[in-house]
């Protein structure tokens, strides 16, 4: 049809205007103008054709476009194998040749040729005339040293992800996570056993919160606060973004004790580490004393609703009478297309915690059941919401159903 529409189009169009021009060069000024009134119609009417012919679906698209999305599962395993090689680092002085990476690597030459050419494919290293390869610039975000490197997301994409994702039907026809039924364990005991993808996870973290963390501090005013406790903080990122830009607040880091180790450093490179205390421990047992607020960023999604119960009651007991909670998250949108993003992160933590994200209702009444009220919920220019609530009064705490 679309091949037809435009055939048929350019036709009309193209014989309308010879005929046209014909006529206006054999008969006088008034003919002429009688005969543009016929035919100026009809070449319009065959452009109209041909941008129809242009418009109309093909066929086949919607079969290519599935199929482009059923075969992501080749780029993820081409990223993780440049990733796992270190091919991004080994190309960041300039070209070379397959032979020579290969035998850098002590890997099967010709396979590797064959794998840099998909690489090539995907745009992420380049084929020069005499046949080595070059970075390009979508490459460099494979090098280890680039600032907000995603080599350690490729990791942990083909190593943890991948696989979960695999288990995906079981969490649908069970309820139960994915990562569990894979590897026999949750994602918090795997990362354990393997530190190296722990470090990776904890790198990716805290390159998210450093993109989002100057949207956080535009939208909410941390000055009243005294001393604010980041509670499962990683290795403080948010917590030094706050204490740098109002030097009158200290802060409590409260984190994991394999995690904590990492945050000292990190906070001694922000310079706030003497106005900040870093604590080990779970937040499932207790969380410090003494705060006049709480930040939970990206914290509660990780949790079905017990266990962020559990969370969240553990900091109704520490925080102070009159504190405030801040649950830093994505909210999920009342339709899917005001937030894809969003509804593919609520499948993912179906996967791989077992957490979901949450609508502001469903906030409320997770707030509500653990003794607090929510006070207000504030947008900032990132994808994450401020969700702030304060310890319920006396009759304030209302029915869970609501959600």
């Known amino acids: 049809m679309r091949k037809a529409l435009r055939m048929a189009g350019s036709l009309l169009a193209l014989a309308s205007l010879v005929s046209l021009a014909v006529l206006l060069m054999a008969l006088q000024s008034t003919a002429g103008l009688a005969a543009a009134a016929v035919f100026l119609p009809m070449v319009l009417m065959g452009l109209a054709l041909v941008w129809l012919g242009n418009r109309w679906p093909r066929p086949s698209s919607g079969r290519r476009a599935l199929r482009a999305l059923l075969s992501g599962y080749r780029s993820t395993a081409l990223l993780y194998v440049a990733a796992k090689l270190g091919l991004a680092d080994l190309l960041a002085d300039g070209p070379r040749t397959s032979a020579d990476l290969a035998q850098s690597l002590g890997a099967h030459a ?18 020069e005339d005499d046949g080595s390869f070059s970075l390009t610039p ?6 280890a040293e680039t600032p907000g490197s995603l080599r350690g997301l490729a990791l942990l994409a083909a190593e943890e992800s991948t696989a979960a994702w695999g288990g995906l039907l079981h969490s649908v026809m069970t309820g139960e996570t994915a990562f569990r039924h894979v ?16 470090e990776y996870f904890n790198a990716c973290l805290d ?40 030097p009158s607040v200290t802060g409590i880091l409260f984190e994991q004790a394999h995690v904590v180790d990492g945050a000292r450093s990190s906070l001694e490179a922000a310079g706030v580490a003497p ?14 004393n003494a705060a006049d607020a709480h930040i939970l960023k990206s914290i509660i999604h990780n949790w079905d609703d017990e266990k962020s119960l559990a969370i969240l009651r553990n900091c109704h007991r520490a925080l102070k009478p009159q504190g405030t909670l801040l649950l830093i998250e994505r909210l999920m949108p009342a339709r899917v297309k005001y937030d894809p993003d969003s509804v593919l992160i609520d499948i993912h933590m179906l996967a791989l915690t077992g957490g979901r994200e949450r ?19 504030t947008a900032t220019r990132s994808p994450f919401s401020i969700i702030e609530g304060r310890p319920a009064k006396a009759g ?8």
């Open 183 to 198: 590897f026999g364990m949750t994602q918090w005991e795997h990362r354990k056993e393997r530190p190296e993808l722990n």
């Open 207 to 246: 390159h998210a919160t450093h993109r989002v963390a100057e949207a956080i501090l535009e939208a909410y005013d941390f000055s009243s606060f005294g001393t604010i406790a980041d509670v499962g903080g990683g290795h403080g990122v948010l917590l030094a973004a706050i204490l740098n830009a109002h």
């Open 138 to 143: 979508l490459g460099t975000w494979l090098r």
């Open 359 to 377: 609508t502001e209702a469903q906030f409320r009444a997770l707030l509500s059941d653990a003794g607090f009220t929510l006070t207000r919920v």
């Open 275 to 288: 106005r900040c205390r870093v604590v080990g421990g779970s937040f499932f047992d207790r969380i410090p």
């Open 396 to 403: 304030e705490v209302t029915s869970s159903q609501e959600g």
């Open 110 to 127: 010709p396979s590797l040729h064959r794998v840099i050419r998909g690489l090539v494919a995907l745009g992420v290293c380049s084929e």
